[in-house]
């Protein structure tokens, strides 16, 4: 038991790494008549149904007294609305290279954690990470740098501080719950504004859409099951680890989806964020 007690927050990573990639290889196919922006909005409303009988357990009154719990809440919102928006533009401009910098994001609070928290970088961590982020670059073989890109793990390192921030004021169930509840007002808000479009409205009649219930099943779990790691270790540490989604996505493509295209630099980009996991966790 203390084994477990001591490396439950690498469990659960480990087990939200599978559950993100296997959500994300159920909504492969998704309807192509769906924007990104609606589609995002549609399922995170699911998301948002799947995890409020837990978030009635876990909601405290004093949570929305807190003005730290509010500004993260909405900041990752905010984070989550732009990363959505750059990794569209630049999926458009350079697949390989935008996919290349999302697995960038942990660098991010590896450079910013010792300005603000009492998190520890040891040498396992730093290498860790590094050799992860290498390994997401094999992964999708890089192809050029590009700013939406770089925007991309930029705003994605800044989305994991300021969740870490989040759940440490409150914990790793009431925090994401309220945040996508924040994150479905942003992205109507946006589309309303670029678009004159309320994308809400149709969102909330497309809920008998089947066909996303179980990912967003699925996204829940790992939702709750992240958010409940990052309560519980550094984000230096939970951030580089939860790139083990690539193993199990590239897996899952493979015998659920037959994606067999690219299977030698993912097999090396896989045992690189193998090594690189295994040098944070020593960390």
Known sequence: MDFIDKNMWAILVIAAS???ALWTSLT???DESMSAVDFTVLFRLYTVLMIMPFA???????HFYNLTFWITTIGYAVAEGLRTI????????DYYATYAFVNMSPIVPLLVAPLFSAEKLTFYIIAGTVVTMFGGFMFYKMGKVTMSGIYVAVIGG?????????VDVSNGVSFPFVSFIASVIVFTMVKWLL????ILDKSVK???NKKIMLPAFFSAIATITYFTSLNLAPMTKVAPLMRM???FGFLLSYFMLKEIGGWRNKIIGGGLVMLGGLLVYAG
Request: glycine share 10%; hydrophobic share 45%.
């Open 18 to 20: 599978f559950f993100n």
């Open 28 to 30: 492969t196919n998704k």
């Open 56 to 62: 009635i357990f876990y909601i405290k009154i004093e």
């Open 86 to 93: 750059f990794i569209v533009k630049g999926a458009k401009e």
């Open 158 to 166: 800044i989305g994991i501080i300021v969740s870490k921030i989040g």
């Open 195 to 198: 678009r004159g479009e309320n």
């Open 206 to 208: 497309n809920l008998k």
């Open 245 to 247: 989604n690539l193993i």
